[in-house]
C-alpha cells in the first residue's frame, strides 16, 4: 500500500522518540514510510525527499529533529503538503533550541509545531489532517479519544475507592 | 458557502494579528467564518463551538491565544479536528508563555503550533491540510509559494544591481 | 464528611506530588476530596466537576498539572470558588510551561499559583483560605508555623553544637 | 467599616498596578486598606503591619512587588493569614524576576501568586477567599464573571455581523 | 575584482543590520558580494549559491537570518568553506530563537556564530580568517585594533580630565 | 585625596549608568576616581589598572560592563581586592548576558555582582565594605538607610491620607 | 575568638553547599560562625540575628538560600555591614529562581551575589573585604591566586608533556 | 612540525570535551597543540599565550571554557588571529551562561562560537579555515562530509529494510 504519511528524522537517535509516531498510526492503521533524513549531513536526500513527497502520494510529512533543528522548516520550504514538527530534547538545552527552530518560521512557510519529544501527537495530528477528508479515520481518532476518556475515568474511579497511599503503592508495584 | 475553516481568538484584541490568517484564507478563496471565543470568558461558548465544529463541516479550526492560553488546546480537546494554535505575543513574556501554554500538550491531544504572532502562517498551514485533499487548492499554494519565490529574487537582483546604501535609503522611503 | 477542599490532577502521574496537599490537610483535620479530572482527555467531566463543587460544598479547589497545564485555569473559569493551581514539574521544560500556563490568567479569571511541585504549599493555603473564616483552622496552621520554626530552632542549635563536619555526617548516615 | 483586605506594595512606582486591586473591591463592595509597605526599606513596618494584620480583622493580604520581590513571601511568613502576591512588571527582566521570587516559596510558607501584573486579578481573588463564607459577595463574584461573559458575547456578535476589516477600524477609532 | 567573502540574508529586512559587515570589509579592502537568499521562499537559490561559492573563489560566507534561522546552518551543510553566522534580532523572542538556531548544529557541520545582531563583528571574523594566510589583510585587522584602542584611551583621558556630568552632557549634545 | 574606590566600565556608553555609583560615593563622601578600561579593546591597560589599583591604595573596584561582560571578572583575576560587578543591560538580552558572564565566575575568583544596572546598589556596597572597618561611613550608610525609610513612611502617610486616584494625579503631574 | 564572619542558610539542606564558605575561611584563618537562619521559618531569629550582628562584631554576613530567596536581601534590609548572597542550586529552576530572588535588589539594598552554588567564592570574597583593611589577610588570598595558579601550570605542563588520552586515563582512575 | 591549531581550555575538567578537537584535527592531519590557560587563574599565561601565538606560525585558536567563560573572548582582545569559542556545559545552567559569554561578544573583537559542548564542530571550522587557502584540507573536509552522508545513506537504507522495531532492538544491543 502507498504509504499516506512520511515520517523522517535527522538521526537514529530519534528513532525511539520517533517511532511513537509510527505506533499510533499503525494503531488508526494510516500506512506510512519511515527514513532517516539529515539536514545538514544528506541536504541532497532532503531535497530530493521533499520535492517527491507529493507526486509520490504522501499527504502529510512528520519530521523530527534536535538542536538547531531545520529538517522540519526546510522541508516545508520544499514542498506544500503540510509538515508536523517534532522538536527532539537535547541534552543541553532541553530542547527548547529544537522548538523555537522548529516553531518560529517565517510568513509564508508554517510547520506545524507539537511539543518537545511530542511524536506520538504528530501522529494523530497526522490521522486529523487524513480525518479531516477520511470520515472512517475521523472516526478511528474519535474512538481513540473515547478510550483515553475512559482509562482516565477507570483511574478516577479506582483511585476513589481506595486511599490514595494504597493507589501509589500500586503504581509502584 | 459553508465554512470550511474556523478561525477563534480569545479576544478582540488578539484581532489585528489574527486578521492575517482571514486575509491569507481570502487569498487563497477558501471560505471561513471569524468570531470570538474565550476559554476563561466564555467556557460553555468554546465546548459548544468546538463540538458543534464536525457536524457544522469545519475542517480545520485555527485558534489564537496569549499567556496562559488555554483555548486552543481545549478546542483540540472538544474536538477530533485538527486544531491550529497561535500564540499570541504578550507585553510581560514576549509569547513565551502562550507558546508553551499551546506547544506543550500532553499526549493524546495535539494541537498544530506556529510562531508566536503567525496567524498568516496558521492561515496557509489551513490551506496545506485542505489541499492535501483537494489539488486546487495545493495548486493555489504551490503557486503563492512561487510569488514569495519571484518577490525575493526580485529583490536579491535589485540589491545586487545598485549599492546597498541606495537600496537601505529606497527602504527608508 | 462533606469534603471543604477538592484536590484534582490531570493525571495519576502527578499523584505522588498532589498526595502532599492530601497529607497536609489530613494534618490540619480538614476533609477533602481527591480525584483525577483531566482538562484534555476529560472535558466533560472537568465542566461537570468544577460547575457543582460550590453546590456540593466545596470551598476550595487544588488542581495540579504539567505542560500546557489547563486544568486550574479552566476550573476557575468554570467556577468562582477560589482555585490554587500547582505546577507539575515536566521532563523537559521543568515545569516552567506549567508555571507559565498556570499563573498568566487573563483579567477576570485568577488561579491562585504555588511552587513548582508545590502541592503541600497548596494544602497549607486552602487551610489559610478556610482558616480565614474559621479560628479554629488558623489556630492549627499557626501551630504548624510554629513546628517549622522549632525544628528550624533545634536544627541550628544542634549545627552550632557541633562542627560542621560531624552535622553533614549524621546527615548522611 | 474595618478594611477586609490590606492591599500592599512596595514602592509608590507600584500603585498605578496595584490600584486595580483596589477598583475591583471596590466593585465587589469589600473594604480594604492600601498603602506602602517595603520589606527592604521598611523592614520594621513589615513586621509590624504582618503581625498585627490577623487581629485587625484583615482575611485577605494582597502584596505586589518588583525584581528581588520580597514584600509578598515576608508577610507571608509573618501571618497566617492568605497572601496574595502580584509580581510587578521590571524594566529589565520584565517580571520573571518578581515571579520567580515570589512564587518559589519553600514547603511551608504559601503565596498565592497571580501573573505578572495581574493586581486585578489578585482582587477578584481575594473576593473569591472571602466568597467562600460570604455568600454575598460569591454571587457579586459571579455575577462579575457573567458580565465578563456577555462582553466577550457582544462583541463575537458584532464581529461576526460586520467584516473584520470595519471592526478593526472601530477599535482603532 | 572576484569577491572574496559572500555576504546573504535571509530578507532585506535584515540589510540594515547586514550592511555592517560591508562596511567594515570595505575599510579592510576586502572584496566581496551582497544579496539575498532565503532558505524557506528560494531554497533552490540557497542550494545554487552554496554548492557554487567554493569554486567562484569565495573564501568565506557571512550568514544573516532572523527567528527559525536556517540559512547559516543549510549553507554550512552545502559548502566546505567556513560560514560565519549572524542572529537577527526578533521582535518576539529578541533573537534567542536566531542564536539557537544558528549556534547549535550538530557534530559535522559548524556554523561560526556571532553575537545577536553582530554583523559587524562578522565581517572582521571574516577578515581574521583571510588574514590567517594574508599578512596584509591581517596588519589591517591588527591596525583596526589599534584604533579602538586609541579610541577608548582618548575617551578615557578625556572622561578623567572633566566632571563626569561635564561628559555626560557632551554625550547628549 | 587618594581615591579609595576605582570606577570602571567597557565604554562611555555606560556611564549614564555607572554614574549612579559616583553619586552615592559623594554622597557618602568616599573619595573614588572614575575611567574608561575595555576588557576587549584595552586589555593592557585593564592589566595595568586592576595590577596597580592596590599599590595605588584603592579598596574595591566597582567594574561595569555588558553583553559578555568581561571586565569585572578579569579584573578579580588581576588583583586581591574585592571587585563589584554591575550587569548593564543590554538590547538584546537585557542583561541577562552580562548578569551571567558576571555572576557565574569559577571558584577561586568572585565577582560581587549586584543587580543589572544597579550601579548605585555598587556604590552602597562599596561603602558598606569600607564601613566594615570605617566607624564613620558605616554610620553615613546607616544614615542613609534611615533617610530611605523615611521616604517610604512619609509616602505611605501621604497615601493613606488621600485616595490612591488623587495620589495617582499627584504622581502623574 | 570572637567571629568576623557570620554564615548562614535557610536550612540544613544547604549545609554541604555553604560549608565551601567555612572551609575557605579555616584555610585563611578568619574566624566565623555558621548556622541556621530561616527568613520564612523562622523570621524573628533573622530579625535578631541581623540587627545584632555589627554589635557583635561580625564584619561580614554569608547568607545562602535556594528558590524564592529572601535570607540574603532581608538580612541586607536588617544590617549595614556587607551581606554577600549564595543562591543555591534548585531541583526544579536550576538555581536561576534563587539568583533572580537574591541579585535584583532594589535600589539602596544591594547583595553581593556569587556564582549559583558559589559558597567557596563567597567565603574568598568574605576575606578580601577583610582584606582590604587588614594586609595579613590580604597576604594570604594573594597566596592562595598563587598556588591556583600554580596548580594549573602544573596540570598544563603535564598534559603538554603526556599525549591528552594518557592523561584522561589518569584523570579517571 | 610547527602546530597550525592552537587548543586550549580554562581547566582539565574540560578536557574529556575539548580532545574532541584534537581527535578530528588528527584526522585531518593537521597540527596542533593543546594545553590548559585560565583566563581567571592564570591571566599572565593567558597573556602572553595570545600575544605569542601569531609570531609562533598559530593560524586558529580553539578556546573552550564554562560559566562566567572569558577565555575565549580575552583571547581574542589579544591577538588577530580568529579565534573558535566552545561553551563549556555547566552544572547549574546547561552552558547558557557559558554561551552568552562567549557569543555575545562587544563590536571590534569577535568569537566564532559553536554549539555547547561544539568542541567536534570547532576543530572542523578550524580545518575549514585553513582549507580556505589550502585545497587538500578543503579536500579532507569535504571527504569527510561525504562520509557523514554516507553513514547517514548507510542507516536509512538499513531502517527502511527492516521493521523499526527491529532497528531500535539493534541500536540497544
Same mark, same amino acid.
Given at each position: 500500500m502507498k504509504p499516506s504519511v512520511g515520517i523522517i528524522m535527522? %538521526? $537514529? %537517535? $530519534?528513532l525511539s522518540v520517533m517511532s511513537e509516531a509510527a505506533k499510533i498510526l499503525d494503531k488508526f492503521e494510516i500506512s506510512y514510510e519511515l527514513t532517516i533524513v539529515s539536514a545538514h549531513r544528506t541536504p541532497d536526500r532532503m531535497y530530493d525527499y521533499a520535492k517527491a513527497a507529493h507526486d509520490r502520494g504522501i499527504k502529510v510529512i512528520i519530521a523530527g529533529a534536535g538542536g538547531a533543528a531545520h529538517l522540519p522548516g526546510m522541508t516545508a520550504a520544499l514542498t506544500s503538503i503540510p509538515v508536523i514538527g517534532v522538536p527532539i530534547k537535547t541534552s543541553t538545552l532541553s530542547g527548547v533550541d529544537s522548538l523555537y527552530s522548529i516553531c518560529?518560521? @517565517? @510568513?509564508?512557510i508554517p510547520v506545524a509545531t507539537v511539543a518537545i519529544n511530542g511524536a506520538q501527537n504528530a501522529g494523530i495530528l497526522a490521522a486529523q489532517i487524513i480525518g479531516a477528508f477520511d470520515e472512517a479515520i475521523y472516526d478511528r481518532v474519535n474512538a481513540f479519544k473515547s478510550e483515553l476518556k475512559e482509562t482516565v475515568e477507570k483511574k478516577a474511579e479506582n483511585l476513589e475507592d481506595i486511599k490514595f497511599s494504597a493507589y501509589l503503592k500500586n503504581m509502584n508495584k
Open positions: 535527522g %538521526s $537514529d %537517535s $530519534d518560529q518560521m @517565517p @510568513p509564508g
